[in-house]
């Protein structure tokens, strides 16, 4: 089926039932970048993936929180200026290999 929105937005999307009968919809692609016959090819594939037990839209729920998880990962990781006085406070606390204190203070 094509959806349309208000907006004019257009997506291509199969309406099926999973193995245990709850309703799916899973999204194909969008219009005019998919045409009709990719679509077709896309629904099939997607129907038969479905029959045999999987489900397309929670896989992508999936994939879009992993993708979450990794970007607040990444931006838990720290800025260039938290790293930096992370290995300012550690080098100076090396007691193998002390900072003067001219070359602490620069």
């Known amino acids: 089926m094509l959806r349309m929105t208000s907006t004019g937005a257009a997506t291509w999307s199969v309406r099926t039932r999973r193995t ?7 999204k194909l692609g969008t219009w005019p970048a998919m045409g009709i016959a990719k679509a077709r090819k896309e629904a099939k594939a997607a129907i038969a993936a479905v029959q045999s037990g999987g489900d397309p839209v929670a896989e ?3 994939a879009r929180e992993a993708r979450r998880r990794e970007q607040a990962e990444r931006r838990g990781a720290g800025t260039v200026a938290s790293r930096l006085a992370e290995w300012q406070a ?6 193998a290999g ?9």
């Open 90 to 95: 550690a080098r100076k606390a090396d007691p």
């Open 98 to 106: 002390p900072w003067s204190l001219k070359y602490a203070a620069e």
């Open 60 to 62: 992508k729920r999936q």
């Open 20 to 26: 245990d009968g709850k309703h799916t919809r899973p």
